[in-house]
């Protein structure tokens, strides 16, 4: 059971927006930054997000991150065929004193 | 662009240890946090620790406490990770991961080597 809750899948056709969440709690998301990692089949993870909201060099816009209370989101727009992919959010959490991950949600282009 | 290369694949018995190496291409991880994660088959990634830029500190999940070392080797550029008592359970990817930003542990890790799968099987 992750201390981070995300759903376990996502879908959406090409140029169709998807949203993806993640629960968390004080001591995690509520306290600390969020960042979301792509790990695509068979591959390593990429960082995809960090700091909430901010895209490291070479992500396209299309991404976007957010944060609110116990909860952020990660937003792909313009969905394309190699989004799909794994989608994971972490934080660093304060009562378990570790980095915490979510459970991954599967995103699916139909 | 950095890579960092890790050590190759490893079965080993339960109740032995296993040590995963990580090094990078010129001096790019001597003044870097560097973390290790893991991935068992099919399943999402875990945080297992992580140790400061001079090896003098380092710092590890709860469930591995007691159980997991990580060194740095700074004049070879390489860091590493040992995994003690092993049990079926362990068996996964190891990922060695490095930090965005020179000496902090902000916990952002924006590079990341290929994997390092390690068998644990009697």
């Known amino acids: 059971q992750s201390v981070l809750t995300q759903p376990p899948s996502a879908s959406g056709t090409p140029g169709q927006r998807v949203s993806i969440s993640c629960s968390g709690s004080t001591s995690n998301i509520g306290s600390n930054t969020v960042n979301w990692y792509q790990q695509l089949p068979g591959t390593a993870p990429k960082l995809l997000m960090f700091a909430n909201n901010q895209r490291p060099s070479g992500v396209p816009d299309r991404f976007s991150g957010s944060k609110s209370g116990t909860s952020a989101s990660l937003a792909i727009s313009g969905l394309q065929s190699e989004d799909e992919a794994d989608y994971y959010c972490?934080?660093?959490?304060?009562?378990?004193?570790?980095?915490?991950f979510g459970a991954g949600t599967k995103v699916t282009v139909l | 662009q950095v890579h960092l290369v890790q050590s190759g694949a490893e079965v080993k018995k339960p109740g032995a240890s296993v040590r995963v190496s990580c090094e990078a291409s010129?001096?790019?991880?001597?003044?870097?946090?560097v973390h290790w994660v893991r991935q068992a088959p099919g399943q999402g990634l875990e945080w297992m620790g992580s140790?400061?830029?001079?090896?003098?500190?380092?710092r590890s999940a709860q469930r591995f406490q007691g159980r997991v070392a990580m060194t740095r080797d700074t004049s070879r550029r390489t860091v590493y990770m040992e995994l003690s008592s092993l049990r079926s359970e362990d068996t996964a990817v190891y990922y060695c991961a490095r930090e965005r930003v020179e000496y902090s542990s902000s916990f952002i890790l924006d590079t990341w080597g290929q994997g390092t799968l390690v068998t644990v099987s009697s």
């Open positions: 140790i400061n830029p001079s090896g003098s500190s380092s």
């Open positions: 010129g001096n790019t991880l001597a003044t870097y946090y």
């Open positions: 972490a934080a660093w959490d304060d009562s378990l004193h570790g980095y915490v």
